[in-house]
Nanobody, 128 residues
């Protein structure tokens, strides 16, 4: 089992930056052996892939959403992944979730159904 806890969300104005963090833990959960992902879900909408990081450190982004503004990274000592979000826009308003996959391969999956461990989410609200 794994526990994922997100933090770093908040209410900001358009153009601001936030850094989300996802702290992972679990007796048998080996952080750097899993693909990790960030998803977001706005009210009434489906959960969308934002970014992922493969277990070997290869990043993935949905460039339609990210538009070069976000960067995913991880700290293998702290067992934490981060999502640095710059130049935020009102359309970025959503609950952001981190997730861990147990799939193999060298690229982080982009479908929510391929992730089995999820955090509780952190709210990001961007005012225009």
């Amino acid at each position: 089992q794994a526990q994922l806890v997100e933090s770093g969300g908040g209410l900001v104005q358009a153009g601001a930056s936030l850094r989300l963090a996802c702290q992972t833990s679990g007796d048998t959960f080996k952080f750097n052996a899993h693909h990790m992902g960030w998803f977001r879900q706005a009210p009434g909408e489906e959960r969308l892939f934002v970014s992922g990081l493969s277990w070997i450190g290869t990043p993935e982004y949905d460039e339609t959403l990210v538009k070069g503004r976000f960067t995913i990274s991880r700290d293998d000592i702290q067992n934490t992944i981060y999502l640095q979000m710059n130049d935020l826009e009102p359309d970025d308003t959503a609950v952001y979730y981190c997730a861990a996959s147990v799939l193999g391969g060298t690229r982080a999956p982009t479908s929510a159904r391929d992730y089995v461990y999820w955090g509780q989410g952190t709210q990001v609200t961007v005012s225009g």
